[in-house]
């Protein structure tokens, strides 16, 4: 099974609103948020938006990436 490479406009059309899918990178891989209610309609607690690569933002956040590495990886982000 081959692995998906997703550039930074595919993942942007992933952002969990009107019925598609939720994906976010954190640190180069592109994980699925689509059912974790923490993201409800592509978005985290009004914080975070789905579509995004949120690497900087979760080096930030209260809790450690250690919590992304819980969803399903569906790819890996294209370096720029």
Known sequence: MSI???TMEELRGYDGRDGRPGYVAFDGIVYDVTDSWHWKNGNHW?????????TCQIEGAPHTGEMMRRLRIVGKLKKS
Request: charged share 35%.
């Open 4 to 6: 998906r490479i997703f």
């Open 46 to 54: 009004a914080l975070h938006d789905a579509g995004r690569d949120l």
